[in-house]
């Protein structure tokens, strides 16, 4: 059974920096060899989106247009989780974050549908 936690979040003023992480559970990254985590967003009342997303071996990074220069996704396998470091942040960051795992591909995709796993969310709040 994967479980996915992330941790990170909180309030913060517009320009200040968070840093979420996404916790598997250890089998998870020794177990596959080809799968990719992603992190997600829904802020309240819009649909949920991609933010970010890393190959297994970390050499493949993606982001959405709207978090590129400013986030910056990273992994370490011998802790087991994922990053997701943000900075100059905006009142448009405001939402739930979600970290996600695909077990199927090496390329980190931005659709909802494609992984396979899902973390309970971390509310990340960014005041103006």
């Known amino acids: 059974q994967v479980q996915l936690v992330e941790s990170g979040g909180g309030l913060v003023q517009a320009g200040g920096s968070l840093r979420l992480s996404c916790a598997a559970s250890?089998?998870?990254?020794?177990?596959?060899?080809?799968?990719?985590i992603g992190w997600f967003r829904q802020a309240p009342g819009k649909d949920r989106e991609f933010v970010a997303g890393?190959?297994?071996?970390?050499?493949?990074?993606v982001y959405a247009d709207s978090v590129k220069g400013r986030f910056a996704i990273s992994r370490d396998n011998a802790k087991s989780t994922v990053s997701l470091q943000m900075n100059s942040l905006k009142p448009s960051d405001t939402a739930v974050y979600y970290c996600?795992?695909?077990?199927?591909?090496?390329?980190?995709?931005?659709?909802?549908?494609?992984?396979?796993?899902w973390g309970q969310g971390t509310q990340v709040t960014v005041s103006s």
């Open positions: 250890a089998r998870t990254f020794s177990s596959y060899t080809s799968y990719t």
């Open positions: 996600a795992l695909d077990l199927r591909r090496d390329d980190p995709k931005s659709t909802i549908g494609d992984y396979n796993y």
């Open positions: 890393i190959n297994w071996n970390g050499r493949t990074t």
